[in-house]
T-cell receptor, first 114, second 113 residues
Framework: DSGVTQTPKHLITATGQRVTLRCSPR?????VYWYQQSLDQGLQFLIQ???????AKGNILERFSAQQFPDLHSELNLSSLELGDSALYFC?????????????FGQGTRLTVV | GENVEQHPSTLSVQEGDSAVIKCTYS??????FPWYKQELGKRPQLIID?????GEKKDQRIAVTLNKTAKHFSLHITETQPEDSAVYFC????????????FGGGTRVLVKP
């Protein structure tokens, strides 16, 4: 157990819908990263938050957005879902993006868009 | 931005043999290089990492080497066992850029008993 918690584990929804994925970082970690992993693909960086502020943005679609709350949990919002959005979505956390670099991953949310 | 390439994409070895996976990175400012192991449908798990001020690191049967001049790093697994079968990802990050990890494409390792 990495200490990073993601909910839900599985999500099935229809095209055009909107979903919210939730991530609770390890205790003491201030930084949260979101990654997308499509079937048999690598890990694509979406976005990073540090202590409530957006820190870096990767290949995140405009239909996707994220935020980090004062209690440091983060949510990834996916809207106007398309079949191609089906993937595993992972979050990872680390202590401090400018200090300790070790990142630990949650168990992921498997999103299926039908 | 940073680009990480990983080879080979698949690797089949006999149990007990060694496995080597190689990665190259593009940004010379990269200073942290972790390796993750991912079993099917599971989370990536950090198995070993190395920082740019170190050339080699070993932890039991796994070792990582880093060549900063050539901008490449490698994972070595000795005495492979069937439970080593998984997808392995290398990654690189830059401290000044918030430490976001840029991953290689992954190597699917199959250890045959």
């Amino acid at each position: 157990d990495s200490g990073v918690t993601q909910t839900p584990k599985h999500l099935i929804t229809a095209t055009g819908q909107r979903v919210t994925l939730r991530c609770s970082p390890r205790s003491g970690d201030l930084s949260v990263y979101w990654y997308q992993q499509s079937l048999d693909q690598g890990l694509q960086f979406l976005i990073q938050y540090y202590n409530g502020e957006e820190r870096a943005k990767g290949n995140i679609l405009e239909r996707f957005s994220a935020q980090q709350f004062p209690d440091l949990h983060s949510e990834l919002n996916l809207s106007s879902l398309e079949l191609g959005d089906s993937a595993l979505y992972f979050c990872a956390s680390s202590v401090d993006p400018l200090g300790e670099a070790r990142a630990f991953f949650g168990q992921g949310t498997r999103l299926t868009v039908v | 931005g940073e680009n990480v390439e990983q080879h080979p994409s698949t690797l089949s070895v006999q149990e007990g043999d060694s496995a080597v996976i190689k990665c190259t990175y593009s940004d010379s400012a990269s200073n942290y290089f972790p390796w993750y192991k991912q079993e099917l449908g599971k989370r990536p798990q950090l198995i070993i990492d190395i920082r740019s001020n170190v050339g080699e690191k070993k932890d039991q049967r796994i070792a990582v080497t880093l060549n900063k001049t050539a901008k490449h790093f490698s994972l070595h697994i000795t005495e492979t066992q069937p439970e080593d079968s998984a997808v392995y990802f290398c990654a690189a990050s830059i401290k000044a850029a918030g430490n976001k990890l840029t991953f290689g494409g992954g190597t699917r390792v199959l250890v045959k008993p």
